[in-house]
Nanobody, 116 residues
Framework: QVHVVESGGGLVQPGGSLRLSCAVSGTILTFYRMGWYRQAPGKQRELVATITSSGSTNYADSVKGRFTITRGNAKNTVYLQMNGLKPEDTAVYCC??????????WGQGTQVTVSS
């Protein structure tokens, strides 16, 4: 069974930093794209950042220049370095791992709260 586990969320003051981690286990699949999405209360889930197996990245305009997505040396791991956090970044951040365009997996999410 595939497990997608996120970690690294928490409470941080505006301007602070957090690093989210995501690890996928329980499969021999290689994911061609992994990424982070977030959902704030009362809002729809939105893309934050994705990275392909070749290293191509894509970011939401709202996080460009502040967030950096990278893939780990270990297979099927991905990180999201978040700097310059703002209160509007508060959300549950979920990791997505896409094996194909129709087969993907989601984690349960990790809460990020930006507040003074």
């Amino acid at each position: 069974q595939v497990h997608v586990v996120e970690s690294g969320g928490g409470l941080v003051q505006p301007g602070g930093s957090l690093r989210l981690s995501c690890a996928v286990s329980g499969t021999i699949l290689t994911f061609y794209r992994m990424g982070w999405y977030r959902q704030a209360p009362g809002k729809q889930r939105e893309l934050v950042a994705t990275i392909t197996s070749s290293g191509s990245t894509n970011y939401a305009d709202s996080v460009k220049g502040r967030f950096t997505i990278t893939r780990g040396n270990a297979k099927n791991t991905v990180y999201l370095q978040m700097n310059g956090l703002k209160p509007e970044d508060t959300a549950v951040y979920c990791c997505n791992a896409a094996a194909t365009t129709v087969l993907d997996y989601w984690g349960q999410g990790t809460q990020v709260t930006v507040s003074s």
